[in-house]
């Protein structure tokens, strides 16, 4: 499975971005797709993860509330919307896809695709 993120750019604080995840080279309904994230001198840590079916979705406490994480079979794209972005916001944003239910370890993804910048200035 190949995955290929988008969206990642410099937004202003409290201000929103898109990111996309397409998938090719597997079967995507059949997997859980999640979102981390990584920020400078720090590990790579869970934002938000849903099912292959899409009725079971988590989030990390620090983005409840904030982002959506969605997805579009048709499109093998897995999308996550972030409203109210904050500075503390700021990371690499990495999509993953994994046969694991609903995974918020790094060592639970067993794909990973190449990241995408985002920045939140204040």
């Known amino acids: 499975v190949q995955l290929a993120e988008s969206g990642g750019g410099v937004v202003q604080a409290g201000g929103s971005l898109r990111l996309s995840c397409v998938a090719s080279?597997?079967?995507?309904?059949?997997?859980?797709m999640g979102w981390f994230r990584q920020a400078p001198g720090l590990e790579r840590e869970f934002v938000a993860v849903m099912n292959w079916s899409g009725g079971n979705i988590l989030y990390s406490d620090s983005v409840k509330g904030r982002f959506t994480i969605s997805r579009d079979t048709a499109r093998n794209t897995v999308y996550l919307q972030m409203n109210s972005l904050k500075p503390e916001d700021t990371a690499v944003y990495y999509c993953?896809?994994?046969?694991?239910?609903?995974?918020?370890?790094?060592?639970?993804?067993?794909?990973w695709g190449q990241g995408t910048q985002v920045t939140v200035s204040s």
């Open positions: 080279g597997g079967t995507f309904s059949s997997y859980s």
């Open positions: 993953g896809a994994t046969g694991s239910f609903l995974p918020t370890r790094e060592y639970e993804i067993q794909y």
